[in-house]
């Protein structure tokens, strides 16, 4: 079946520092892929999205790129800031009708000034 | 404008009871999941709505789980005979439409304990 695999955290950084987590998926045909971030004490929302190959999501500062040669949709950031502390979860939807999400194990991020 | 709410946002049950979850997805979604995140987890599908209509259940982890959506909008699921195993946080999310490209929308989620 379908599956997210994300790198293993929790993940420390000083501000300014460049931010890569890592997210590879197993998925038949072509998937949407997404990026969802929890802030401490607020809901899961959509970070970013990359609905075909080679798609570009980006937002906040955040990028990720839909690389299907590497089944890989890894985040990226060139400066964090304390703010964007928080859990990161990289999810698919399948190809197809079906548009239930499938969801990785999630990355806790902290970024101290 | 008004997101997803879900109610109560935390619930402790006796191993045994029944308990009801409420979910109010944002006006005019079309599409309504419900998923179990256990701690340290990412969120697990349990089951899906395209208006009132029960589309995919597959999720479901027993046949003490079970969910409805009557009228296209309010949702609620039910566990019945509470393990401690259903401990965990039911988040429900809400879609415009019913493309996999849709971006979800999640409510703050109910935090279920069973003692």
């Known amino acids: 079946g379908d599956s997210v695999t994300q790198m293993e955290g929790p993940v420390t950084l000083s501000e300014e520092a460049f931010l890569t987590i890592n997210c590879t998926y197993t998925a038949t045909g072509y998937p949407s892929l997404f990026w969802y971030v929890q802030y401490p004490g607020e809901g899961l929302q959509l970070l970013l999205k990359a609905t075909k190959a080679d798609d570009k999501g980006s937002n906040k500062g955040f990028e990720a790129t839909y690389r299907k040669e590497t089944t890989s949709f890894h985040l990226e950031k060139g400066s964090v800031q304390v703010s964007d502390s928080a859990v990161y979860f990289c999810a698919l939807t399948p190809t197809g009708a079906n548009s239930k999400l499938t969801f990785g194990k999630g990355i806790t991020l902290s970024v101290r000034p | 404008g008004a997101g997803v709410s879900q109610s109560p946002r935390y619930k402790v049950a006796k191993r045994g009871q029944d308990v009801a979850l409420r979910c109010d997805p944002i006006s005019g979604h079309v599409s309504l999941f419900w998923y179990q995140q256990a701690l340290g987890q990412g969120p697990e599908f349990l089951t899906y709505?395209?208006?009132?209509?029960?589309?995919?259940k597959s999720g479901l982890p027993s046949d003490r789980f079970f969910a409805e959506r009557p009228e296209g909008s309010v949702s609620t699921l039910k566990i019945q005979r509470t393990q401690q195993e259903d401990s965990a946080v039911y988040l429900c999310?809400?879609?415009?439409?019913?493309?996999?490209?849709?971006?979800?929308?999640f409510g703050p989620g109910t935090r279920l304990l069973v003692l």
């Open positions: 709505f395209q208006n009132e209509a029960q589309l995919d």
């Open positions: 999310a809400s879609s415009l439409g019913t493309t996999r490209q849709e971006t979800q929308y």
